[in-house]
């Protein structure tokens, strides 16, 4: 489609559902363009929230400040702990570990990246791991960490509900409309197609010139009433369901997420002040529902406090994420699944583009086009570096690990992996989600290492490479030494008043 809508003058915004995407939307609208918008948030209290996400990646912070959000205030309302990055267990072969930090790894040259100066030192018999040239990372391994202030890049892990609550109190605070109730009907103009009005089972009808559909894997605008087609994942990620639940505290908290390989999955352990979540994501082809539970019973760390709840879903994201007068946000939008904790940063990620792109006066396709291009390389991207982690594997003693081992992948994909092989380059496009080191560490850590490096790294002497590497861990380690450890960060930083 090309040219203008009939819809004049963009100034009701309604939100169609609560939970993290919903409030986020809100927050973020209400506070950027809510001087000159009315922005409604509906949502139903009958209409449970998904809220499993709780680990989140450090873009979230970039979006904080956006909104000018108080770090300390929103980590403590929300029983937050930092994290630095994940610990994999298990994904390469029974029995591996490997960390994928979120700091920077060395020091790069405008030739190449620093995975070619370290392999370099391969051959002086430097074999030092890639991580200890990472503050992040090697400060994780020691459960130490610091705050902004010391230049750290973290995430945060926190309680999703209690995250929706502080963003509704924001947006409220900055003039966006709470409506309780429950959608029955999503009102469609005969005319052109788009959407006039939510009409709510109390016989209430919210009329809006842009909706965005935050209602989850239900879709109730941008499938329900506008059919837009989903495309589907699911060769490519075969996991389909997951189970979680919250555990009681049994050890300071780690400042990292932990992702275990199972025989049909994966199971998480994210750690908060008052509580752990915990789940288990598999495929429902290779295992049934009630042996996933049993594994993840298995392998609990504290007493669990809540019952375990089952959610089915499948991998994928919407054709396009804007249709008509729809914007889809968050798991409306598309599901990747929560192995590196894209879901939360994906829904801001179109919140972000959206106010981007926001119409001036009328829905412009050109404006719609671009939006869903961005929208679907980026969400595309994000499942390539997923597939990454099943797809590296040298596992074999299942047959999901043997499907995951063999299956065929994106040719973005095999071509990124094949490069790194034959050259140890990861050559990024504009404006990916994950950057080299994120490549690096996945692909190393799973077994994938390169043939040959940059001959840029042979300049330098075996003494001068010696100094350069050894310089380097000496201020990590120097760095990392003086930082404080995760429990008392916490204390100092965001303690939460009391348990929820």
Known sequence: MTGHTT???????VIAGGGTSGWLAAAAIAKVLGKNLDVTLVESPEIGRIGVGE????TLRVFHKLLGINERELMAHVQGTFKLGIEFSNWAKKGDKYFHSFGITGKDCWACQFQHFWLAGKKYGIDVPFGDYCPESKAARLE????????????????????????????????AKHVEGLIEKVIVSPENGFIKSLLLKDGREIEGDLFLDCT????????????????????YLPCDSAIALQTELVRAPRPYTQSIAHDFGWQWRIPLQHRAGNGIVYSSRHVSDDEALDTLMKNLEGKPVT????????????????NKNCVAVGLTASFIEPLESTSIHLAMSAIYRLMRYFPQNEIVMSNVDEFNKQSAEETDRARNFVILHYHATQRDDTEFWRYCKNMEIPEALAH??????????????EKELFLNDSWVQVMMG???????????????????????????????????????????????????????
Request: charge should be positive.
């Open 144 to 175: 130490k960490c610091s705050d902004e202030n010391d230049g750290v890049n973290y995430a945060y892990h926190l309680d999703a509900t209690l995250y929706a609550d502080f963003l509704k109190t924001f947006s409220m605070k900055h003039g």
């Open 216 to 235: 989850g894997f239900r879709a109730l605008l941008i499938d329900g009433a506008l059919n837009t087609p989903w495309v589907p994942y699911g060769h």
């Open 416 to 429: 990124r992996v094949q490069l790194f092989k034959d050259t140890a380059a990861i050559a990024l496009e």
């Open 55 to 58: 680990a989140t990646i450090p």
């Open 307 to 322: 019952e375990p709840r089952v959610i089915k879903y499948n991998t994928g994201r919407r054709m396009k994420a804007w």
């Open 7 to 13: 819809v004049n003058s963009i100034r009701k915004i």
């Open 446 to 500: 799973q077994g994938i290492m390169p043939g040959a490096y940059h001959p840029i790294a042979d300049v330098m002497d075996e003494a001068e490479l010696k100094s350069f590497l050894g310089y380097l861990r000496n201020n990590v380690s120097e760095k990392v030494s003086a930082m404080p450890s995760h429990q008392q960060l916490i204390n100092q930083y965001c303690k939460a008043v009391a348990p929820v």
